[in-house]
């Protein structure tokens, strides 16, 4: 017989004493599991506990989803393992017997407290008593118990910290946005006041620290701010610098270049300018790097502003310089050149710079033109026309040190250059216009290269004044006829010949030289000259005849271009 | 009627000849138990011993001459922070006949020449649990016979115990040895616990 604590009927007192002492340990065992957080500390109480309450020895612990807790020999071999879940599977929520090798009894107690299914595992030599069972059915209990609110804490404190991190990163987030929000205005203020490229480096340089420089495409400085401005400032040679921009559009964000942190201005994908952090020690963060990319932003507008007003002005120039050449109204035009702040009160002159002897008016030429033109200050009003430079000079220059200029920026090549006459009135620039074109057309049949004033073309400027070309045609033609048929049928080049002949003053070598052919040559040409025509070439009202009739062919050939 | 003291920890009491067994997890939640029951031992004028690991004295030292602030000054000898070193395991082996004799010896002698009225005694045994097994049985053994040894004279004592090296065995034992329990700041009255005689014949 036994009794409700499973003691059997007339135990002794001293086994009363012993079993309430260990139902007060179980207690405190169950109150510093219940208190513990670590479930690998409660599994390890629990199971080496087993032997204070039963003669049996702790074989496992086992929890649904969380798997095997704790084991003890021979349980950690993964085999039995295997099987022993399998027979766990089998329970009901009470547990049950299991078998274990080397076990001569092996129970499975149901933990107790929250919904995960559980068991504690213990073996023995032989069964326990009822009273030592129901000892460790009360510890599996308080160990069920123990570890449900153990993984109710970790499971809040995994949730707090993830709360907390979520803070952590919703702060920082604020923080860069705070920031963010600062650079914004900080920059937006610059781009409103208009403060231009100075002020934009100022405000990065105070939002950042550090210094800044703000350069054009070619690598010249435009603005600095901060401390360490180098003087002179380092320009890397043309190639190189290409090569970086070709990198930094490539890369398509800041990236570092040696000391600096670089980013790109580049409105509407034109390359325009460079905003460089300097940032030799690599310090700059994510703050920095923000302010960079804003600025760049910034910069891009007013690049992509100044640009626009430059085009708008060139624009308008464009008209202007398009309504004078063709001899717009005069109120109309002076009031538009007001406008433009451009005094057309003074003296000007049409000059026509073109290159090669061809249209070659392509950006380079154009450049080179009006650098020359702004050395030698011939004013503003410059243009490209119909593959021509067309430049509105507002003073006189020795033209032929402009054309030089012009080489020299070109570095090498060809170049023509044909001025017009004085022009006082804007009604007259049309006419200085074409006398540009004239003396150009003149130099152009002539195949030379140099800078050819109308008002010193002579005889060419007589013969280009004359309104009805019938009378000059026929009297070339009377001179020359048989010779341009000749030239025509036969494909040479008679006529020029006596022309170079004619203006070398006769002179074999000089006129060898001028038409690039052998002194035999030329002798010849001017025998089929002397057979074709029979002009005696040495009598002087003859040459002065024929060197008028040349001449005229020459103005005529020239007017028939333009 | 026995003597009463306060234990350091408000609202926390002990009377004369009380063998507390205090479990912690960790040292924090030990100072939080020893520091307050020295703190007050030192207030009242007790003779306090408290015997731990040598790489804690000096903070545990530290920590009491802070507390106890400008202008209190200790009694000669009334603190005597020992390493576990000179006292548990003075002879190179932990023997219980020893201990028994080195508490006798020490508590006697503050009653006796150093004039002192009450003793408070603190011992951390964590050094026994990381020893060789053997260590262990002896020092439960040793825990349920200084329950003859309390009664003998007007003092306290305090053994301190890291969870996080205990077995459940272990606690089983501290339980039955112990009359009164310190559990997560609580005073558990242990009315079950073993007399020495029932215990030892139990665990022999």
């Keep these: 017989m036994t009794v409700a604590s499973g003691l059997p009927a007339g135990s002794s007192d001293r086994v009363w004493r012993e079993h309430l002492s260990n139902l007060r340990s179980l207690l405190v065992l169950s109150m510093l599991m219940t208190e513990s957080e670590d479930q690998d500390q409660i599994s390890r109480l629990a199971l080496s506990s087993i032997p204070s309450f039963a003669p049996a020895r702790p074989r496992a612990i086992y929890v649904a989803g969380a798997g095997w807790v704790a084991v003890e020999e021979p349980c950690t071999d993964a085999a039995l393992r295997a099987g022993l879940e399998a027979q766990l599977q089998g329970l009901d929520n009470v547990g049950g017997e299991v078998e274990i090798p080397g076990d001569a009894w092996a129970w499975a107690f149901a933990l107790g407290g929250g919904r995960r299914r559980g068991f504690l595992v213990a073996g023995a030599a032989a069964e326990p008593s009822k009273e030592a069972r129901s000892f460790l059915q009360v510890l599996a209990q308080q160990t069920g118990a123990a570890l449900a609110i153990a993984r109710l804490h970790a499971s809040e404190r995994s949730a707090a910290e993830q709360l907390a991190a979520l803070n952590a990163s919703l702060e920082a987030t604020l923080a860069a946005l705070r920031r963010s929000m600062e650079i914004h205005n900080r920059l937006t203020e610059v781009a409103v006041r208009d403060q231009g490229q100075e002020g934009l480096a100022l405000a990065i340089h105070e939002l950042t620290g550090f210094p800044v420089a703000i350069e054009d495409r070619y690598g010249n400085l435009r603005a600095w701010a901060g401390p360490g401005e180098p003087d002179p400032y380092p320009k890397a040679p043309a190639p190189e610098r290409e090569k970086l921009l070709r990198r930094l559009i490539r890369e398509g964000r800041p990236t570092r270049d040696g000391g600096r942190l670089v980013a790109l201005a580049r409105p509407r994908g034109d390359l325009l300018g460079v905003l460089s952090l300097i940032d030799p020690t690599g310090a700059a963060g994510s703050h920095e790097l923000v302010a960079l990319e804003h600025g760049a932003t910034i910069l891009a507008l007013e690049l992509a502003r100044l640009r626009s007003l430059a085009e708008a002005e060139l624009r308008l120039k464009r008209d202007l310089v398009d309504a004078l050449l063709d001899g717009t109204d005069d109120e109309t035009v002076e009031s538009r050149a007001q406008g433009l702040g451009y005094d057309l009160g003074r003296p000007h002159r049409v000059v026509i710079a073109e290159s090669n002897g061809t249209t070659r008016a392509d950006d380079t030429f154009f450049q080179a033109v009006r650098r020359a033109a702004r050395d030698l200050s011939l004013g503003t009003l410059i243009v490209a026309r119909k593959g021509t430079v067309v430049i509105l000079a507002n003073r006189d220059v020795p033209w032929e040190d402009f054309r030089q200029a012009i080489l020299r920026e070109l570095g090498g090549g060809r170049c023509r250059v044909g001025i017009g006459g004085h022009c006082g009135r804007p009604s007259e620039f049309a006419r200085s216009h074409h006398e540009a074109q004239l003396a150009l057309r003149m130099e152009r049949s002539a195949g030379i290269d140099q800078a050819s004033s109308f008002d010193d073309l002579g005889v060419y400027r007589l013969l280009s004044g004359i309104e009805d070309l019938g009378d000059v045609e026929r009297f070339v033609r009377d001179r020359l006829g048989k010779l341009i048929d000749h030239d025509a049928q036969r494909n040479s080049e008679l006529v020029r010949t006596l022309t170079h002949y004619l203006e070398c003053g006769g002179s074999y070598e000089r006129t060898s030289a001028a038409i690039f052919v052998h002194r035999s040559t030329l002798k010849y040409r001017l025998q089929q000259i002397r057979d074709i025509t029979g002009y005696d070439l040495n009598d002087p009202d003859t040459r002065f005849s024929l060197q008028l009739s040349t001449r005229a062919w020459r103005t005529l050939r020239s007017l028939r271009e333009g | ?204």
């Design chain 2, 1 to 204: 009627m026995s003597l009463t003291v306060d234990f350091g920890i408000p609202g926390l009491q002990v009377a004369a000849g009380d063998h507390l067994c205090a479990f912690y997890d960790g040292l924090a939640e030990r100072d939080d138990v020893l520091l307050p029951f020295l703190r007050a031992g030192l207030t009242a004028g007790d003779k306090c011993i408290c015997v731990i690991d040598a790489s804690d004295l000096d903070a545990v030292v530290g920590d009491l001459w802070a507390d106890l602030g400008e202008g209190r000054t200790m009694v000669e000898h009334q603190l005597e922070v020992l390493p576990v070193e000179r006292v548990y395991l003075r002879t190179g082996a932990f023997v219980p006949d020893l201990m028994l004799d080195f508490w006798d010896d020490i508590v006697s002698s503050a009653l006796g020449a150093e004039g002192f009225s009450f003793v408070r005694s603190v011992g951390d045994t964590t050094w026994a649990l990381r020893d060789a097994p053997g260590v262990v049985n002896q020092l439960i053994v040793y825990e349920s016979r200084l329950n003859r040894f309390l009664p003998l004279y007007p003092q306290v004592v305090l053994c301190l115990y890291d969870i996080g090296r205990l077995s459940g065995e272990m606690i089983v034992d501290l339980v039955k040895t112990h009359p009164k329990l310190l559990v997560r700041g609580a005073i558990v009255e242990n009315p079950d616990y073993l007399e020495p005689d029932e215990f030892l014949a139990a665990h022999s």
